[in-house]
């Protein structure tokens, strides 16, 4: 399964680029979540499932140039892209990985991590909610835990963009006879994602939640901290 989304997703690394970064109203969706994470200049922050390296810019104006940023994919296509993205920030940092077993430094893991984002990532993951208690452990006692997914939208107007939802999460579900005829993607989508979220809210001891793009997008933002 790995090796077929890293064959799926690479073959379309050009497409999902230009998806990631011309969507209307992405670069204010990916500012906001860069937000979310409660960083300061010098913090370091590391995005789970960086993709092509959309949210890694924003992500180096919240840490500003003293600051840490560490993105982790594990398709190399993909990557190579986020490295052209950075290639002129020496504080940003792409590795090849698994966001559920980060390639992170034991230094970094021992309370040096001020946040992790993780942008439509955990509806990939097996175990979406034991991936969210890694990351919390991942980070310092007073850390951020930021989630961004995409999941069918429960505003008045869901129906017509629900459809077009449902038609999307199709087109860019790896193309396997068993992932897509033993159930619905969309259903086991929004089951991974609900099931992220809630173990994030259960963790944190201050939680802002919002929805965007028509109430398609959820953005938890989970402190693990006390609150202040």
């Known amino acids: 399964m790995a090796t077929e989304s890293q064959e799926f997703y690479g073959r379309w690394a050009r497409l999902y680029d230009l998806i990631a970064r011309r969507t209307p109203g992405i670069a204010r969706l990916r500012r906001r979540a860069a937000a979310a994470c409660r960083l300061e200049s010098g913090d370091t922050v590391v995005e789970m499932g960086c993709g092509t390296g959309a949210n890694l810019p924003f992500l180096r104006e919240q840490v500003g140039p003293e600051g840490t940023v560490i993105g982790i994919d594990f398709t190399r296509p993909v990557l190579e892209r986020a490295r052209a993205v950075t290639a002129n920030y020496d504080n940003v940092h792409v590795l090849q990985g698994d966001a559920t077993q980060p390639p992170i430094e034991p230094t970094l893991a021992d309370g040096e991590i001020d946040a992790v984002l993780a942008t439509f ?108």
């Open 121 to 228: 990532v955990v509806g990939m993951l097996a175990e979406p909610a034991g991936a969210v208690d890694d990351w919390c452990d991942l980070v310092g006692p007073d850390g951020t835990v930021v989630l961004a997914n995409a999941a069918p939208s429960q505003e008045w107007y869901a129906p017509p963009v629900n459809a077009v939802f449902r038609a999307i999460v199709v087109l860019s579900t790896p193309p396997t006879t068993q992932l897509r005829y033993e159930d619905e993607p969309h259903r086991r989508l929004e089951q991974k994602i609900d099931a992220a979220h809630t173990r994030l809210r259960e963790r944190a001891a201050a939680v802002a939640d919002e929805t965007h793009v028509f109430g398609v997008v959820r953005l938890t933002g989970g402190q693990l901290g006390r609150p202040s």
